[in-house]
């Protein structure tokens, strides 16, 4: 098998459904694989979508995972990891459309590529817009800094104090880069039985940049390779965050400080570091307090 994707279903079906019919609604000239791992959703949706696809897994196109207990977004993408043997792995979030050939495209970079470990596209919004997260520098301490005082807001386009969504650089180039988003990393997977399986301490934000830092660390490429385009459906039709996400995104930063940089700093940094991502997530949750829910 060349090609395996794997999709998380979590209470998504109508998203889950459009993106799965817009891999196998295009005629690929590779062989693939596709796994839905449903995380516990108890809405119908798993239902749905099996008598949707019930050819597709009739076929073993499609297979599905139901998952016993939603235990984050890296739990979900390991339970299919562990059954995979292909050459690369796709993780594809639910609430993505492939745009014409980006599969074919980043699976023959990849091939020409073997120093490459992970490759990602050119995320768009639906607006037309770049999915910053998608090319992304490690948060390492001055970045994070950077960030957190608006300097990267203020000047996007300069590479110091916008170093962490490289915003100076080509949309549409091709170079390598720190991390990708975990809405669409392709990973050869001889990287994947180097580093191992995600990190499942994290829940759902962060799991795509430690991968990331262990793969470059491991001595392998991360690629952006804006020549193949998907959209991204991302966030909801709703302002207002639950609380969880915005919890679990400082969360996440916590544990990936602690596990990739803590050993590299003082104390005082770290202590100044903790104080800074409590803070920050502290004031995110008060706003969001305020914040109107969708309609």
């Avoid at 770049?130 to 948060?139: E, G, I, T, V, W």
């Avoid at 580093?195 to 001595?219: N, Q, S």
């Avoid at 100044?272 to 502290?282: A, E, Q, S």
Wanted: charged share 25%.
């Amino acid at each position: 098998m060349e090609l395996s994707i794997i999709i998380v279903n979590y209470r998504t079906y109508d998203l889950t459904k459009q993106t799965l019919e817009s891999v196998i609604n295009k005629n690929h000239p590779f062989e693939f694989e596709i796994y839905v791992v449903d995380s516990n959703s108890q809405d119908g949706s798993l239902e749905k979508l099996q008598n949707d696809f019930h050819d597709e897994i009739k076929n073993k196109l499609i297979k599905f995972i139901p998952s016993p207990e939603n235990r984050g977004f890296a739990y979900a993408n390991n339970l299919a990891l562990k059954q995979i043997s292909s050459r690369y792995v796709l993780l594809l979030n639910s609430d993505t459309i492939i745009v014409d050939n980006c599969l074919e495209k980043c699976l023959e970079y990849l091939e020409n590529h073997s120093e490459v470990g992970a490759l990602g596209c050119k995320v768009v919004l639906p607006d037309g817009t770049l999915d910053k997260a998608c090319r992304r520098s490690f948060p390492n301490v001055s970045v994070s800094f950077y960030r957190m005082i608006g300097l990267s807001r203020i000047f996007p386009n300069s590479p110091r104090f916008g170093k962490y969504n490289l915003c100076y650089l080509d949309d549409d180039g091709v170079y390598p880069i720190d991390c990708l988003v975990g809405a669409f990393m392709m990973v050869n997977s001889e990287a994947i039985k180097e580093i191992g399986l995600l990190d499942e301490t994290f829940f759902m934000y962060g799991e795509d940049i430690d991968w990331c830092y262990r793969i470059k660390e491991a001595g392998w490429q991360i690629i952006y390779y804006g020549a193949a385009e998907i959209i991204h459906y991302k966030g909801s039709s709703s302002q207002k965050q639950k609380s969880k996400l915005i919890y679990e995104f400082y969360r996440a930063m916590y544990i990936f400080y602690n596990k990739h940089y803590k050993k590299k700093h003082s104390i005082l940094t770290t202590a100044l570091t903790y104080v800074g991502i409590g803070l920050i997530c502290g004031i995110k949750l008060f706003l969001n307090i305020f914040k109107k829910s969708g309609q």
